[in-house]
Each structure stands twice: as C-alpha cells, then as structure tokens.
C-alpha cells in the first residue's frame, strides 16, 4: 500500500490501528504524510511487513522495541522523523536512517547485521573513529557515513569489503588514510572523501580502483604534485573532483593520451595550481561541467574550449586570463553558465550566442560595452558586468533583454542617464545594480513592479519617483549617495514586501512621520533603514521600531533573503551590498558568536547548511574576544568580514584554524598589537585586509622586521593584500623581498605602514601587480625605472612618500593604467613626455611636486580622462586647446602653476563640475570658453588671480549647479 504525500494528520495510535486489520500486508509506504507520533508497537502485529516506508514524518518518539519481532523485515525507512532513539534488527537488509538523530558514538552493533547491503547514516551527528565491526558487512554495496563527526583514519578494509560498490564519507574529520592492499579487483565505482582533513600527498592506490565513475576528494589538505597522466588508468571516471587542496597538477604533452577520459562528464579542478589549460580536454566530447577556477592560468582563453559539443558550465574565474581567442558567435557547445570573473581580459565584453544564460565578467579590465550587446541576450537570466572600467553610457539594446533576472553594472565609470526602458524592465528584473558609477539626471518615474533597485554612489538628482509605488514586489531601495532632492517617501507605505531603504548622504528633508497608516500597517519586511547624512528633522515614532518585526530576533530565519539562485548549485548571487542584519542593537561580544550567528542575517550557507560567508562589519560590536570563541568553530568558513568594529584587543592567533577561509577582513576594528604570524597558517587566502583605523596618531598594530617574511611567506595564493596604518618598520629591499613569494598578488596596499626607502626593484618581479598603493610612507628616494616594466598596472598611489629624482617618463606609457596619484612628494621632478600618454588614464594627480614644462597637446588623446589635478606645481605655457576632446572630464585642478595665455574652450566637457584655474597668469575674455553647449553640471567655477578680462557671460548665471 502506498499512500505517500498524502496529509493523513494522525497520531501514531490512530493510524497504526487503523491498519492491523491488513493482516497480509507486506510493503507500506507512508512519507510525507503528516503522521504525528508516538510510533506504536501496535504496527508489529502486522508480522508479513517487509518494507516499512514511514520517512518525513514527525514522530518525535523512539522506535519502539518490538520493531526487532518482525521476522521478514528487509527494509526501514524512517528518514526525517524526528526519531529520539532506534533500535534496529539484525536482519535487515537496508537502513536508511538519514537526517536523523542518530547521536552520539558510532554503532558497533551495525557490524552484526550481515544481511545489509545498504547502509544510510549520514546527516546523524555521528562521531568518533570509524567502527571496526563493519568490516563483516561482506554484502555491503553501499556505505553512506557522510556529514557527520567521524575523525582519524579510514581503514583499509574498507576496501577490501567484496561487494562494496559505493562510499560516501564527506563532510566528517578524517584526517589520514591506512596503507591500502592490493585492490585491482575491487569493484568500487563511486568514491566520496570530500570536505575532511586528509592530508599528505595524493593516494596513489586509488588508481588501482579501475571500475570507478565518481572520484570527489575535493576540499581536503593533500599536498604535493601530481603528473596529470597518473590518473589515466581510471579510465571509466564520469565525474573527477580535485578541487581546493594544496595539489599540483602538472600535465606532460608529450606523455598525456589526448583520448584520456573518454568517458568524462564533470571536472573540477579548482585550486589545483594549473599553469595552462590541460590540452587533453579538446578531445572530451561527453564533458558537461568544467570547473578550473581559481589557478594560473594566464594568456588566452582557447578557441577550441568553446567548441566542446556537450559543455554546458564553464568555471574559469580567478585566474590571469588577459583575452579570448577568436570569434564566439560560432561556438559549438551547449553552454548555459560561463563565469570569467577575477580575471584580467580587457578591451570591449565579448558577446556570446543566445543560449547562454548566466554570464559573469565581473572584476576585469574591459573598458566598453557593445552597443549591440542586448542583441545577444534573449536566454541570458544572469548578467554581471561589475567591478571593471567601462566607460560610455549604457546600451539601449539592453531592453531588450526580455528574460533578464539580474543586471548587475556596479563599480564601473559608466556615464550618461538611465534609460526609462531600462526602469520599465524592472517588471522582470529581480535585481538591478547599477551602484558606484557616474550616472547622472533624474531617476525615470516609470516604474511598474521589482524586487530589487540599487543606484546607490552616482550623481542622480531630482525627487524619488512616486511610480515606485506601483512596485508592490519591491524589497530593497537603495539611491544612497546622491544627489535627490523632495521629501521621505511616505508613498512606499503600503509595500509590505520592503526588506532595505537606503535614502542616505542625499538632499532629502522634513519629517520623516507620515500618516498613521504607516504605524498600523508597518513595513513588516523591514530590516535595514538607512537615511543618515539628510536633513530630516522631527521625531521618529517609536512605535516603528516596536512593529518591525524582522529586525528583531527570529530564530527560524538561518538564510538571509538576498540570496539568489540560479538553478541547482549553479550560481549564489547577493543581491544587496548591504549586509542584512539587525543594525538597532549595540552587541557586546562577551555574549561570543552563538547569538550573533543566530540572530543576523549576514551569514550565507552552503547547500548544506554549513555556514561559509559571514559578514559582521560596521556593527559597533565592542569588548575583545580570545582562542576559546565558538568563532573559531566554523571551520567550513570561506569568508569572514570583521571591519569597522570596537574590540579593542589584540587579534587572537585562534584564526589558524580557519582553514579553508579565502576572504578575511578585519580593518578598521581597533584591534592592537603584535598581529599574530599564525595568520600565515591560512594557506587558501585569496583576499586578506587588516588595515588600522585611518587618521588615527599612532598605529595600534603591527608586524616585526623579523616576522613580516613569516607572516607571508604561506600566502602563495593570495592575490589582494591590504596592510594599511600598520607599523612594519622595514627597509625597502627588506619589505620588498619578503613580498617576492606572493606570486599572484594583484592588489598591494602599505598604506602609512612607517616603512623607509630606498624603493626596491625587485617589487617588479611581481608582474601580476595590477594597483599598488604606497602613500604615506618615508621612501626618499627615486622611482625605479622598473615600475614601467608592470604590464597589468591600472594604479599606482605613491603619495606624500618623500619621493626624490625625476619620475619616470615611460610609466605614463603602461597600457593599462588608469590612475596615477603622485602627489604632496615636493622633491619629485618630472614633465609629461611628448609622446603618447597612456589612453585608459582616467585620474591623475600631480598637486604639490616640482614637476615642470607644458601640458602637451596629445593630452588631447587621453578620451577617458576623468580626474586630472595638476595644481601647486611648476607648470607653464599656454593650456593646449586640445581640451576640448576631453570629453570624459569631470574634475579639473590647475591652479597655483604658471600658465599663461587664454583659457581653451570647454564646450563639449558636458560632465565637468569642479573646474580650478586659480593663481596663475591666464588672459583674454572668460565669455569665449564657456557657452551653453556645455558644463551644464558645473558646481565650482575658479578663475581667480588672473589676467582676465572682459565682460562676465550671463549663461554662467544660468547653471542650475553652480
């Protein structure tokens, strides 16, 4: 009798008597059907009973004794019941007991059932060493002990068991292998260690396993390298998972067999120090899943990984990826998901066929976007562009993306207005991110419904459009740090789905009290309300923080709500930069992490529940917190943010034991002291930043002379580092050196870290360094020539530094750089050289030096110009009329130089706002630079200490800015 999914609603007596009248009954299937306990010993009456499938119920009771009299019985399921005890007889032929309360140490009575074939017992809080016993289960097919407590070795019977054909350990503690025998005859076929401690080099007597399809050792601590061509003799393998160990893979061309694998579904490499792409792959017509992230690979992406017939997800984020070869509007393969992300490809993004649907090129270099790109996105639901240099305005052919989920144009320099369309496909979009750019005018009151809208850090003005009410799906605003201008937006008090309102650092006034209704009828939803750095006045009613419900204490709620999905384990998107979190309470952290952990929503799960992301930044946390906090308990934590707290304590040595974290930040937390070099135990970090409180008089941490080699020597994979207002004390070449291991390191930060000169060289044997920031340091020194030799170098902060010498003319030639900050070094000579400057410069600053000569007309070249000050310096000559073309300019300083002759025409600089010609010696007449076809934003305007004469042009007296 199968009865499952069907809502019964009885308790345990009611319904097991209810069937004794079924007296020949020998299958009953029951789960999921609402049945309440206590399980009745009743149910044993029924003696025929073979299978008993009562699973995803909720008994709350144990399992009756009298469970062990059925004669015949071959099969339990009681998955998911709530089950507070079991007992379990010895002639059984499976138990699935998974994602129960199985607690406590291993169960050594399992090894007397000699009928089992199948054995489910993970998800049971199990630990302990494994049991011994089991190795009489010789009709054992299939051993599932996965995410439980179970440590110390793996037993090498284990693979001895004749009928064994599947094991699944992961997500426990095992540490170590026993030495295997000799199993060329063994008939495993799937074999999962993932997510443990094993450690030491990659155990070769796996490959005598040559009836394995799934191999997943992936998330462990095995070390050493290990020829590609070794793996060959598993030939049957479908699914191969390495990823995220301290393994080398290496690939020989001339050994490997190109028809290696002929079989292979899913590869996951990721982490595994690969210099290229494994040229065996181009034969893998079977290949669906193919995942090298986070490795070395550098150069071009090859044509031929694009024609791979089945391939249908392409992970190759967090590598050195610079271009990708050839056309990509015939590609071959299936894809779906391709993830570019953290890399170095440059240029105009390159558009791929429609069937892609989740595209992230997220954190690169790519400077345009096509005009056409909208043309190639009808399947795509997924669209990250963040974190790159784009320029221009954004294509209109965006909308006609019709199945867009989420846009993502964040942190880029993208100028020009928002599109109503784009507004109008908010219908659609459950997340648009265009935060962090150069977008000005008013926001378009063309809004119909949407979840997610974030404009936060642009220059958009004008009021918060009321259509926004129209959005009753909407869940988070966010136009902080603007420009906008009216009243608090009392409209949105009806959308019970509001979830974030940030409404800060813009011009917004009066009373935040709107009518009763928003006191009776709160926004229920609400967690973060950000409207700081206003000018609202009044009260805040009290009774809106009494009916908020979701900023307080809901202990169901262990995921935040900004998490998107993108199909099965696909893709995990947080919509929102703001972390969701209770922010009206002060914590004290001698209450530890246990109710933090419960109580904020700034923690991000993997697919099992374990807790890998946790952000507790900017919340005023204060007290200290030593080695025994339960925060050191995480240990599947990838990523920790700590910054902008008060625990006024040294750092514990405590986070050693974070192994597997790749992100950690805690800056600006007013931590103290020695900073602990078992920081360097953290071998998979990617990102690490324990910057100091700015502006403060004195550093309150810091690193020894002796123990800063130390401290990074480990950090092999780490690729920004962030060292800012910390005391290092050292020498140039000793600072210098001690960074050389750092092979990846892309983004460098000894920001006012007291070290001293010369600058070294050998900093350029760095050659991934794509920003280096230095300010605030005593270097009296010159620049070295070698600084021009950095190929990927986009910024370069050396200011106030005591820099002496000339600067390096060829430096303004690097390809690639788009900020140079120079200034407040008075001893530091130079001139722009006559010949090409660097076209993707976007800021730069010479203020305060002793640089000299005339600003050359080629200046005229440099399109994507945004910042340039040249201000307190010892320039002369006329200001080249090639200004005009600097249509990207937004912030001009030349003042207190020595320029003469007429001031150049400024009418196609339609976003200049900040313009500064001050003190020198420019004449002629102001009217002839400045007319009505641009400098419509201009909000400064400083002529003064000139020559100029003339009369005033009344079209200045009409910018609505100025």
């Known amino acids: 009798m199968y009865l499952d999914g069907i809502s019964i609603t009885s308790r345990g007596h009611e319904w097991s008597n209810a069937l004794l009248p079924l007296r020949d009954l020998q299958k009953l299937s029951m789960s999921d059907c609402d049945l309440s306990g206590p399980l009745d010993s009743s149910l044993t009456r029924l003696e025929n009973l073979t299978v008993i499938v009562l699973g995803e119920n909720n008994f709350s009771s144990p399992v009756p004794q009298t469970f ?59 630990y302990g060493t494994f049991p011994n016993s089991l190795s009489n ?64 080099p990659f155990p070769t007597s796996l490959f005598q396993f040559r009836s394995l399809f799934f191999l997943d050792l992936s998330s462990n601590r095995l070390n050493g390298s290990m020829q590609l061509d070794e793996l060959l003799e598993l030939r049957n393998l479908t699914d191969l998972t390495l990823s995220y160990n301290n393994i080398s893979i290496i690939e020989n061309d001339a050994s490997v067999d190109q028809t290696a694998f002929p079989k292979l579904q899913t590869l996951y490499l990721a982490s595994c120090n690969l210099q290229t792409f494994p040229r065996f792959l181009k034969n893998q017509s079977t290949l669906g899943y193919l995942n090298l992230s986070a490795n070395q690979i550098q150069g071009v992406v090859p044509n031929w990984i694009w024609k791979l017939k089945s391939l249908s997800l392409l992970d190759i984020s967090y590598n050195f990826l610079t271009e990708l070869e050839g056309s990509l509007q015939n590609i071959t393969s299936n894809l779906i998901l391709i993830d570019l992300h953290n890399n170095q490809l440059q240029g105009s993004v390159s558009v791929f066929p429609e069937s892609i649907e989740c595209l992230d090129y997220s954190t690169n270099n790519f400077s345009g976007i096509p005009h056409d790109i909208g043309n190639y996105l009808s ?85 918060i459009p009321k259509s926004l009410s129209h959005c009753s799906s909407l869940k988070v605003l966010d136009i902080g740090s603007n420009q906008i201008v009216g009243g608090f937006p009392c409209f949105l008090k009806h959308i019970p789905t509001l ?159 974070l192994v597997m974290l790749n992100y950690l930040n805690f800056s600006h937390s007013s931590f103290k002291g020695e900073i602990p070099v078992e920081i360097s135990n953290l071998t998979n970090l990617i990102t690490l930043d324990i910057s100091g409180p700015k502006h403060a008089i004195k550093n309150a941490l810091k690193i020894n002379n002796q123990n800063l080699q130390k401290f990074v020597q480990n950090l092999t994979k780490i690729r920004q580092l962030y060292l800012e207002d910390i005391t290092l004390t050292s020498e140039g070449q000793e600072w210098s050196n001690a960074l050389l291991p750092l092979r990846e390191l892309q983004m460098l930060s000894l920001y006012k870290c007291d070290l001293a000169g010369p600058l070294d060289s050998s900093l ?69 050289p006559e010949i090409q400057l660097s076209g993707s410069l976007q800021t730069l600053r010479v203020s305060f030096t002793n640089f000299s000569g005339a600003i050359p007309h080629i200046i005229g070249k440099m399109r994507h110009l945004y910042e340039l000050d040249l201000s307190n310096s010892q320039f002369n000559g006329t200001l080249p009329n090639s200004f005009s073309n600097l249509t990207e300019l937004s912030y001009l300083d030349l003042s207190f130089n020595s320029f003469t002759g007429p001031i150049p025409s400024f009418s196609m600089a339609k976003n200049l706002n900040h313009i500064d010609l001050s003190y020198n010696s420019l004449s002629g007449e102001v009217s002839s630079s400045f007319h009505s076809e641009g400098l419509l934003n201009l909000v400064k305007l400083d002529l003064s200490f000139n020559s100029i004469n003339g009369s005033i042009s009344s079209f200045l007296f009409t910018l609505p800015y100025l």
């Not at 974190?387 to 942190?411: R, T």
């Open 764 to 832: 350029s044997k760095l050659r991934n360094l794509s920003v280096i920031i230095l300010d605030r340091n005593n270097f009296s020194s010159p620049v070295p020539e070698t600084f021009a030799n950095f190929q990927n170098l986009t910024t370069l902060s050396l200011s106030d530094c005591g820099l002496t010498g000339t600067f390096p003319q060829k430096i303004f030639q690097i390809g690639t750089l788009s900020v140079i900050d120079i200034t407040y070094n008075s001893n530091l000579h130079g001139s722009f």
């Open 68 to 126: 062990a009299n059925f004669k015949n019985l071959t099969t339990l399921n009681l998955r998911k019941c709530g089950l507070i005890d079991h007992s379990l007889s010895e002639s059984l032929h499976s138990i699935i007991l998974r994602n129960t309360i199985f607690f406590g140490t291993r169960p050594h009575t399992i090894g007397n059932m000699t009928n089992l074939f199948l054995l489910d017992l993970s998800h049971c809080q199990l």
């Open 379 to 463: 399947s795509t639901n997924f669209l990250s562009l963040s974190n790159n240099s784009l320029q221009g305005s954004i294509p209109h052919s965006l909308c006609k993306a019709s199945n867009l989920l989420v846009l993502d144009l964040s942190f880029n320099n993208i100028l020009g207005t928002i599109s109503p369309c784009l507004i109008t496909m908010t219908s659609i979009l459950e997340a648009l991110n265009l935060r962090n750019n150069n977008l000005n005018g008013s926001i378009p009151d063309t809004f119909p419904t949407s979840c997610v809208v974030n404009f936060h850090a642009n220059l958009l003005h004008g009021p």
């Open 499 to 657: 979830s974030v309102l940030v409404l800060r650092n813009n011009r917004l006034h009066g009373s935040i009290e709107c009518s009763h209704s928003l006191e009776n009828k709160p926004w229920k939803m609400i967690q973060i309300v950000d409207i700081a750095l206003n000018n609202f006045n009044g009260k805040i009613p009290e009774k809106y923080f009494m009916t908020w419900e979701r900023m307080m204490h809901d202990e169901n709620d262990s995921i935040s709500d900004f998490i998107y999905s993108m199909g099965k384990n696909f893709y995990s998107y947080y919509q929102d930069s703001v972390t969701v979190s209770n922010k009206v309470c002060k914590l004290v952290l001698p209450f530890l992490f246990e109710p933090i952990l419960q109580s904020f929503g700034g923690e991000d799960p993997n697919s099992e529940g374990q807790v890998i992301g946790l952000d507790l930044s900017e919340e005023d946390i204060s007290d200290g917190f030593d080695n025994s906090s339960s925060l050191f308990s995480l240990e599947h934590l990838q990523k920790l943010n700590l910054a902008y707290n008060l625990f006024e304590t040294v750092i514990p040595s405590g986070f050693n034991k």
């Open 137 to 200: 289960l010789t009709h054992l097919t299939d051993l599932r002990l996965s995410h439980n407590d179970l440590y110390g070795s793996i037993p090498s019977y284990l693979f001895t068991l004749p009928s064994l054909e599947r094991i699944s350990l992961a997500s426990n503690q095992f540490s170590k292998f026993d030495e295997f025998i000799n199993v060329s005859s063994n008939v495993m076929e799937f074999l999962d260690l993932s997510s443990n401690n094993l450690s030491g």
